[in-house]
């Protein structure tokens, strides 16, 4: 059974960036589209992105389009989340999620996923 594993989150202030990690374990996730959703409190849970098995398709939710790039190194059993202006409205709990392998997930139905991790905690300061 495939475990993802998310590294990277912490404290910043807004302007600034932060890189996060979803590494899985257990099983390759080369096959599958990997998407990244975030949680603030008394929030529903946001959709941030999905990039395709082979990195060459990526959506991007509204709120982050152009300020957040997600990526991916097969070999590595990585995704990454680069994040760059942050805002403090980008506080929250961020969790990456693996679409079954070779399987279509729309990007934003979260129930779409397969495994998803614990998450990492993103606070941006004003």
């Known amino acids: 059974q495939v475990q993802l594993v998310e590294s990277g989150g912490g404290l910043v202030q807004a302007g600034g960036s932060l890189r996060l990690s979803c590494t899985a374990s257990?099983?390759?996730?080369?096959?599958?589209?990997m998407g990244w959703f975030r949680e603030a409190p008394g929030k529903d849970r946001e959709f941030v992105g999905i990039?395709?098995?082979?990195?060459?398709?990526?959506v991007y939710g509204q709120s982050v389009k152009g300020r957040f790039t997600i990526s991916r190194d097969n070999a590595k059993n990585t995704v990454y989340l680069q994040m760059d202006s942050l805002k403090p409205e980008d506080t929250a709990v961020y969790s990456c999620?693996?679409?079954?392998?070779?399987?279509?997930?729309?990007?934003?139905?979260?129930?779409?996923?397969?495994?998803w991790g614990q998450g990492t905690q993103v606070t941006v300061s004003s």
């Open positions: 999620a693996a679409c079954p392998a070779q399987a279509y997930c729309s990007g934003p139905v979260y129930f779409e996923y397969d495994y």
């Open positions: 990039i395709s098995w082979n990195g060459e398709s990526i």
């Open positions: 257990g099983g390759t996730i080369s096959r599958n589209a």
